[in-house]
């Protein structure tokens, strides 16, 4: 990612402030990866939160609990 492209995304949520933790991560993918877990987000994307949690473990991805995706997914969140 350059910095043109960390720009455009804006500033991820510090610690203290906004934001939680799967709000967080959507915040430090590349564009490409952001849009897919967006889509995986999405309602009716057939994906279950738990689904969504486990192909992040699978990715290696320093990942959020799958109660922070579901709550982040609800909009049930430090981020909404
Ligand atoms: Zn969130």
Do not use: N, Y
């Not at 990866?33 to 009716?44: F, N, V, Y």
Request: glycine fraction near 12%.
């Amino acid at each position: 990612m350059s910095l043109a492209d960390r720009a455009k995304v804006g500033a991820p949520p510090s610690r203290q402030g906004p934001g939680c933790q799967t709000g967080a991560l959507l915040a430090s993918l590349p564009e490409g990866e952001r849009d897919a877990l967006l889509s995986m987000l999405a309602e009716g994307s057939g994906w279950s939160a738990k689904q969504i949690h486990e192909a992040l473990v699978d990715e290696g991805l320093r990942t959020p609990g799958f109660k922070s995706v579901e709550r982040h997914r609800r909009g049930d969140c430090a981020c909404a």
